[in-house]
């Protein structure tokens, strides 16, 4: 092989080596059902489809093992962790208290610029509700969940919830699609904001906790 040959090589590893975001695009693509529970995720097929060398894969694979969204097997390599209803409402509960936390610094800190984008978010919400895009409606949730961490400030449970998030995501988009969900969960998150606009942290940690308490009982009556 060539001296420029050998170069050439070696640069294209170290391109592909130094995917910054691999291991964000392989959540992604487990989050959004492109890798079911229980597949196995080949080191080799991944390299190929996300264009990103072995070891960047197996890095990836690591980082989200310790997320929990990815199990390594002995001696077979990893697969995508199935979570169980049970471990789900496990992760509601911890998630209750980190929320009312998020919330209530929210709630304290919120700023005239941040309250004017949470109101737009606010009216957002009602139009998807109006016209029953179940579609848009859960994106504007997540969009509320992901400003209201932001606006409280609070890193350390910022990245508790993304984490937890992550691991329950597939039972919150079942949810999601639960018929007459849209009616009960709607008034819920409105009622988030409220408080929060209202900048009183008791009424938006009361009623954070009163949603995520409905998320437990119908993952409860769906086990």
């Not at 060539?2 to 975001?21: L, V």
């Not at 109101?119 to 139009?127: D, K, N, V």
């Amino acid at each position: 092989m060539s001296t420029t040959t050998e170069a050439t090589a070696g640069s294209g590893d170290q391109g592909r080596a130094a995917q910054p975001d691999l291991t964000d695009r392989i959540r992604d693509a487990i989050l959004s059902g492109d890798f079911a529970p229980h597949q196995r995720l080949i080191e080799a097929d991944l390299s190929d489809r996300f264009d990103a060398s072995r070891a960047s894969v197996r890095t990836a694979l690591m980082n989200l093992a310790g997320e929990g969204l990815v199990e390594r097997l002995p001696n077979r390599g990893a697969r995508v962790r199935a979570i169980s209803v049970e471990e789900a409402i496990e992760i509601v509960e911890v998630r209750m208290g980190l929320e009312e936390l998020c919330a209530r610094k929210a709630a304290e800190s919120i700023s005239e610029a941040d309250a004017a984008d949470l109101a737009q978010l606010r009216e957002q919400i009602r139009t998807a509700v109006e016209v029953a895009d179940l579609v848009g409606y859960a994106s504007l949730n997540q969009e509320m969940d992901r400003r209201i961490r932001e606006i409280s400030g609070h890193a350390t449970a910022t990245q508790l919830l993304e984490r937890l998030h992550a691991q329950s995501a597939r039972h919150q988009f079942r949810l999601a699609y639960h018929p007459g969900r849209i009616a009960q969960s709607a008034p819920e998150h409105i009622a988030i904001i409220d408080a929060v606009l209202a900048r009183d942290p008791d009424a938006a940690a009361e009623a954070t906790r009163h949603h995520l308490q409905g998320i437990i009982a119908l993952l409860s009556a769906l086990s």
